[in-house]
């Protein structure tokens, strides 16, 4: 498709579980972003990719979050051992722009829910 | 600390008439500014933007104003339509500031028939 896809879109675990969310970013697109949407609140900034380095982690919740894209492509977050307050939906994001953040275009979103 | 922040957690407005959605920063580094659209169990969707040289951008029924001094922007939407509820996120973001967008909390809008 045209746009960015994610995988899944929902998934429900239990806590201490391991956990694999996907971003396929749109084409050519050399910036990516992971954000995260608890119930109720704003869009939570998580990590960003230009190219496949990541200049910029700083949003990442705790060390049982990472990240990583291969290809300047695909992107994967992984969250081990998985919380109740990790529950929300993760967003993904690509953009044309390289070096400060013009228009980003999202994903649908991986609702995660944790028991 | 929270750099963007929008206060109205919720605004309601009749068929036809302007909505007004208001929306604060902190970082003076900020210097790109964009509005989102999001529909449940979707992502959000630009809508519209402006840069800090401007203080005003229109697109349609839709204006962003931008006061600097203030550090504080708005978006109209007028006439609204009932198509138009939807939660609206503000956005910031400046080269100087890292390159990702800061959201606001959000605003949700209903346009009532």
């Known amino acids: 498709g045209a746009g960015v896809s994610q995988s899944p879109s929902n998934k429900v675990t239990e806590k201490g579980k391991d956990v694999e969310l996907r971003c396929d970013p749109i084409s050519g697109h050399t910036a990516l972003y992971w954000y995260r949407q608890s119930l109720g609140q704003g869009l939570e900034f998580l990590i960003y990719f230009q190219g496949n380095s990541a200049p910029d982690k700083s949003g990442l919740p705790s060390d049982r979050f990472s990240a990583e894209r291969t290809g300047g492509s695909v992107s994967t977050l992984t969250i081990q051992r998985t919380q109740q307050e990790d529950s929300a939906v993760y967003l993904c994001a690509s953009s044309s722009v390289s070096g400060g953040a013009g228009e980003l275009f999202f994903g649908e979103g991986s609702r995660l829910t944790v028991l | 600390d929270q750099q963007v922040k929008q206060n109205s957690p919720s605004l309601s407005v009749q068929e036809g008439r302007i909505s007004i959605l208001n929306c604060d920063y902190t970082?003076?580094?900020?210097?790109?500014f964009l509005w989102y659209k999001k529909y449940p169990a979707e992502g959000p969707t630009f809508l519209i933007s402006?840069?800090?040289?401007?203080d005003k951008n229109e697109d349609g029924r839709f204006t962003v104003f931008l006061n600097k001094s203030a550090k504080h922007l708005s978006l109209h939407i007028v006439p609204s339509q009932p198509g138009d509820s939807a939660v609206y996120f503000c956005a910031a973001s400046g080269r100087a500031a890292g390159n990702k967008l800061t959201f606001g909390g959000g605003t949700r809008v209903l346009v009532k028939p």
């Open positions: 970082n003076s580094m900020f210097d790109y």
């Open positions: 402006i840069s800090s040289i401007k």
